[in-house]
């Protein structure tokens, strides 16, 4: 091994370790790698960057803004509606949740397909008396198996596709991922409609649950008249550091008001708080409170009256501020109950915490909060109530656009790259969709991270690492002949993507890949579509995937609830694809 691929190693290594403690956010940790790579003279600064102009990134740059322009205008939200009407049992609902996502994503980025499918899936549950629990990890694996039909269909297939081009491979059409990609998503159809539903939890929705447990969370405590507040300000008396507490709003004079800093405290006023009930009942010994009686507990202002369930998308104002500096109450004129991440509920202690992406958050709202944040990119919201999807019309034109640039693909009458610049040109200029709403549609974290996952796939096979990595798969598997070799590569690349994420993942390990088709005299496009195919299947944990961490909050999930219901899925697709590749190359 050269010292050049030694220090890849070690910068590898170091970023795999970043990205699992979550010390960065992916695409900073990848590009970060990326500049090590290059200042270090592993690549030269022209190859390095040379993922940033491959076609397959500014594909998917254009194909972002084509499912922008299509979920803008509201004609998905109406046809989805219909769909959902009219199914009673677990099974038929599953079936039409999964079967029209499976194939609207082989054509729409799957994750503003999961946001305007997310509302729709909700209200049915609600409305039929069914945990989202059951519907939400099969709603996201339908993105996923449903994105791996065509070669639009996710970002990991055009990323491998780019590759391909790169290595002087002519690389594949627009529909020569469905011979895998179909069948694998009827398989998740059939695996979820008649078993996997039985292996998901049947969990209250966290509204529901706030709803009927709000005594473990909002607390109404009289002052008494020997009181040590009484005559205090709440920053004299000290109010706004208590520990695993916080205090919200106090009725005095027979109305609610805002705790403000300065506020007096009266005798016989009642305290609203918030946290761990520990912390109230503590507060309470030594502050000399007393706990309200059910009939002493005045009726909440209409300000105050919204119980709301939103979470923090990728790209928010909010990811990775303290709640304290952006001065959250003030700012939203909402309250933050508790916060759901990654399958823990913290219910107290928000001030000196960082928002997270993802995090969702159940909150006290005002009256407006709907209409003043519902369409902004600050939340995503996930409560019962939803607003009204602006719909920008001009249907008919959409419609035409999209049936234009699918005929262009199946009759190759240019690259994919050209036929995704032609179209989002045509919906800019017939104004389907605006200049800015365009930029706005893209991804750049995405780009980022793609474009830095090709330079970090270009490094592993220039320093001979792709080829290190083959020898020893090929010992491996080898044992097995062929089949083995591919059930070894298939297996490393799934789980290699449940570490990372599926990008990341594609350009690793494509050049192995490559490598190993080259030293068996192989079909290259056999491995690359295995590759594709295997970075996808994020079925085991929320990380690999963004529709699957999108999805945790809103489900009430913990991470054993993805391995449980994916890892039988998780078998089932490697079993397929294998046979199915076997069938086609070997």
Request: aromatic share 8%; hydrophobic share 50%; charged share 15%.
């Amino acid at each position: 091994m050269t010292i050049q691929a030694i220090g890849l190693c070690i910068i590898l290594l170091a970023m795999f370790i970043a990205l699992l403690r979550e010390q960065l956010p992916p695409e900073i940790g990848v590009f970060l790698a990326l500049a090590a790579i290059t200042l270090f003279g592993i690549l030269t600064p022209e190859k390095a960057l040379s993922g940033f102009s491959n076609p397959g990134v500014h594909t998917v740059a254009n194909l972002l803004i084509v499912g922008a322009a299509v979920s803008r205008s509201g004609l998905l939200h109406g046809i989805i509606e219909k769909i959902l009407t009219g199914s009673k049992s677990i099974s038929s609902i599953i079936l039409k949740i999964m079967l029209p996502t499976g194939m609207l994503s082989g054509f729409i980025n799957n994750t503003p397909l999961l946001t305007i499918m997310l509302p729709s899936v909700q209200r049915w549950a609600l409305a039929n008396k069914v945990s989202p629990s059951k519907l939400l990890i099969p709603l996201s694996y339908a993105s996923i198996l449903g994105g791996t039909t065509t070669l639009i269909g996710t970002s990991s297939n055009l990323l491998v596709q780019g590759l391909l081009l790169e290595n002087g491979i002519n690389g594949f059409q627009l529909f020569d991922f469905a011979f895998i990609g179909v069948p694998l998503t009827v398989i998740g159809i059939l695996y979820f409609s008649l078993l996997g539903h039985r292996l998901l939890p049947d969990r209250k929705p966290n509204i529901d649950k706030f709803q009927e447990e709000q005594y473990l969370y909002i607390h109404h405590y009289k002052v008494r008249q020997n009181s040590t507040l009484v005559g205090k300000s709440i920053t004299e008396a000290m109010l706004q550091n208590l520990d695993h507490l916080f205090l919200i709003e106090i009725h005095l004079d027979g109305k609610w008001i805002t705790a403000e800093k300065d506020e007096i405290i009266h005798a016989n006023d009642i305290l609203l708080f918030s946290g761990n009930p520990k912390g109230v009942l503590n507060a309470g010994l030594y502050l000399g409170l007393e706990k309200c009686l059910e009939g002493e507990v005045p009726e909440l202002s209409s300000s105050r009256s919204a119980l709301i369930e939103a979470s923090i998308p990728e790209g928010s104002a909010l990811a990775n501020k303290r709640i304290k500096d952006i001065h959250f109450r003030s700012k939203y004129h909402a309250i933050i109950l508790a916060i759901k991440r990654r399958g823990c509920e913290i219910t107290s202690g928000f001030g000196n915490l960082s928002l997270k992406e993802n995090d969702t958050l159940v909150l006290m709202a005002d009256q407006h909060f709907l209409k003043n944040w519902g369409e902004s990119d600050i939340f995503r919201l996930h409560s019962s109530v939803q607003p009204e999807p602006k719909k920008t019309g001009g249907h008919m034109v959409i419609i035409c656009i999209l049936l234009l640039m699918m005929g262009m693909a199946v009759f190759q009458v240019m690259s994919i790259y050209k036929i995704s610049l032609f179209t989002t040109v045509l919906l800019i200029s017939t104004k389907s969709i605006s200049l800015a709403d365009a930029f706005r549609a893209v991804n750049w974290r995405l780009i980022i991270m793609m474009g830095s996952s090709i330079g970090i796939g270009k490094a592993v096979e220039s320093t001979g690492l792709a080829k290190i990595l083959s020898e020893h798969l090929l010992s491996i598997g080898g044992i097995s002949g062929l089949l083995g070799i591919l059930i070894f590569f298939f297996l490393a690349t799934m789980l290699l993507t449940e570490i990372l994420n599926n990008l990341a993942t594609a350009a690793v390990m494509f050049p192995v890949g490559f490598s190993i088709s080259e030293k068996l005299m192989l079909d290259p496009l056999m491995f690359a579509i295995v590759t594709a195919i295997a970075s996808s299947c994020s079925f085991l944990t929320p990380i690999g995937y963004q529709t699957n961490m999108i999805v945790l909050g809103p489900g009430g999930y913990k991470f054993s609830d993805y391995l449980k219901a994916g890892f039988p899925l998780s078998l089932l697709c490697m079993g397929a694809t294998i046979l199915l590749v076997s069938i086609r190359w070997l």
